[in-house]
């Protein structure tokens, strides 16, 4: 059972990148302040992520803020936000899509086209979701670099990537190469005409 094996392997490698778009998603630290420049040393480190920033102190102590206002927040948190949370939700629903069409499962068993076609579904439903991810997370990545490398940015509000970022870039990765693997499994036999073995000395043709 190859192909099972590989629609099981995609499952997995789909799951844990669901796991860790949640996980990026709801993390604090999409982007961090940055230490670049003369100002080396300093009491205290923000980060900003997609619905708190915080501050960390040099004793250890953290203090988050969630945001007051939707309508203030910049475009760029908004449709992060979107892209975020439309990425987990469409995982969680491939999940369920890809488990009916799965070969270990016993959903739709007597029905092996439709269980393919089920399976091939899911794979790009995580396709889809892994993209909704990585268009996320480069997006905010390229807004933060592009503020970091803007003349007119004080050496004080330059922020750098946040270790969110990395974990959405891992996920979303890991969706992708998932559903890449459930896409891939097409059974070999499906849209083939079955075979009829003939007797010896029979020459398969019909005699009226």
């Known amino acids: 059972m190859a192909n099972g094996g590989m629609q099981l392997l995609g499952f997995a490698l789909a799951f844990m990148g669901f796991v860790g778009a949640i996980t990026s998603t709801i993390m604090a630290e999409w982007k961090a302040s940055s230490y670049a ?7 205290q ?14 004793t250890g ?18 449709g992060t936000r979107g892209l975020m949370v439309g990425s ?9 899509v890809a488990a009916v069409g799965m070969k270990c499962t016993t959903c739709l068993g007597e029905d092996k086209e ?3 076609k089920v399976a091939l ?9 892994g993209l909704c991810a990585l268009v996320g997370t480069c997006w905010y990545g390229h807004r933060i670099a592009q503020e970091f490398y ?19 870039w891992a996920s979303a990765c890991l969706i992708i190469i998932g559903g890449a693997f459930l896409c ?22 019909d005699y009226v």
């Open 114 to 116: 439709l269980k393919d």
């Open 61 to 78: 102590q953290i203090q988050c803020k969630v945001y007051d206002s939707l309508l203030q927040l910049p475009a760029i948190v908004l």
């Open 150 to 168: 803007n003349p007119f940015t004080p050496t004080n509000a330059r922020y750098e990537f946040g270790a969110a970022l990395f974990v959405g």
């Open 37 to 43: 420049g003369d100002n080396i040393i300093t009491a």
């Open 184 to 205: 891939c499994n097409c059974s070999k036999d499906s849209g083939k005409s079955p075979h009829y073995p003939t007797t010896s000395g029979h020459t398969g043709k």
């Open 121 to 129: 579904t899911g794979g790009i439903l995580f396709l889809i979701s």
């Open 45 to 58: 480190a923000m980060y900003e992520g997609l619905w708190k920033a915080c501050v960390s102190q040099s």
């Open 88 to 96: 987990v939700m469409l995982c969680g629903i491939s999940m369920m």
